[in-house]
């Protein structure tokens, strides 16, 4: 089992990004992924979340309406399309799988998930 992330990397202020969660090693339509992110000094915090039987989907208050989560099982992928960034949204972002439903109910809650990718660095500069 192994997810990975990416798509980080350096923006302006107001600019997008689209982050990438690849699995492999197993099929993961049957899982809820979850996106987290850890600035430097500051706690791992819950971004977004998609459930995998109905497809309903958390957001942290910071960034509801500006980033988009969605999952392509066919692909074996989800994606965080990350809008109207600010520098504030500067961390390392991470990716992870967890066999609860609904993300609404358990997606911000880190110790529900099994499996953990590697990070992606996104950088916002004011």
């Known amino acids: 089992v192994q997810l990975q992330a990416s798509g980080g990397g350096l923006v302006q202020a107001g600019g997008s990004l689209r982050l990438s969660c690849a699995a492999s090693?197993?099929?993961?339509?049957?899982?809820?992924i979850g996106w987290f992110r850890q600035a430097p000094g500051k706690e791992r915090e819950a971004v977004s979340c998609?459930?995998?039987?109905?497809?309903?989907?958390y957001y942290a208050d910071s960034v509801k309406g500006r980033f988009t989560i969605s999952r392509d099982n066919a692909q074996n992928a989800v994606y965080l399309q990350m809008n109207s960034l600010k520098p504030e949204d500067t961390a390392v972002y991470y990716c992870?799988?967890?066999?609860?439903?609904?993300?609404?109910?358990?997606?911000?809650?880190?110790?529900?998930?099994?499996?953990w990718g590697q990070g992606t660095q996104v950088t916002v500069s004011s």
């Open positions: 998609i459930s995998s039987s109905d497809g309903s989907t």
């Open positions: 090693g197993f099929s993961f339509d049957s899982f809820a």
């Open positions: 992870a799988m967890g066999s609860f439903v609904p993300c609404t109910r358990y997606g911000a809650g880190q110790q529900y998930y099994d499996y």
